[in-house]
């Protein structure tokens, strides 16, 4: 099971730069939680993160989340990021993935497939 971001026709990325996205996403989910004078990053991304082979693989907490990968593909003149959620996922990490899909499209633009088989399109920044 899988989300895709098809970024707009020109725009490509790299591993190196979904991780640094990655890593702003967390940033400001950290910032959120300074705000409300509690540890939100741990509750809203309860994952560690590992490269391997060109996949990022965040590690769920074990309890209620198991994980998911982070992909980058590319088919001709088309970009994806793929979020693919490994058998025995949870319904948290189903949701997490959706959130984080959610950003990365809002902040790089481009058609979103959802797990639900839904579409949503964003314009970027």
Same mark, same amino acid.
């Given at each position: 099971?899988?989300?895709?971001?098809?970024?707009?026709?020109?725009?490509?990325?790299?591993?190196?730069?979904?991780?640094?996205?990655?890593?702003?996403?967390?940033?400001?989910?950290?910032? @959120?939680?300074?705000?409300? $004078?509690? =540890?939100? +990053?741990?509750?809203?991304?309860?994952?560690?993160?590992?490269?391997? /082979?060109?996949?990022?693989?965040?590690?769920?907490?074990?309890?209620?989340?198991?994980?998911?990968?982070?992909?980058?593909?590319?088919?001709?003149?088309?970009?994806?990021?793929?979020?693919?959620?490994?058998?025995?996922? @949870?319904?948290?990490?189903? $949701?997490? =993935?959706? +959130?984080?899909?959610?950003?990365?499209?809002?902040?790089?633009?481009? /058609?979103?497939?959802?797990?639900?088989?839904?579409?949503?399109?964003?314009?970027?920044?």
């Amino acid at each position: 099971m899988n989300t895709r971001l098809k970024l707009p026709e020109g725009k490509t990325i790299t591993i190196e730069e979904a991780k640094q996205l990655l890593e702003r996403y967390r940033t400001a989910l950290s910032k @959120t939680g300074e705000q409300l $004078g509690w =540890a939100y +990053e741990q509750a809203a991304f309860p994952y560690t993160v590992h490269e391997r /082979e060109a996949v990022l693989y965040l590690q769920g907490d074990g309890r209620l989340y198991k994980g998911m990968a982070i992909s980058v593909q590319t088919a001709g003149e088309e970009t994806f990021i793929d979020v693919a959620l490994p058998p025995g996922a @949870t319904n948290g990490d189903k $949701g997490k =993935a959706n +959130e984080f899909s959610k950003w990365l499209a809002k902040t790089l633009g481009g /058609e979103l497939h959802l797990f639900s088989g839904r579409t949503m399109t964003f314009g970027g920044l």
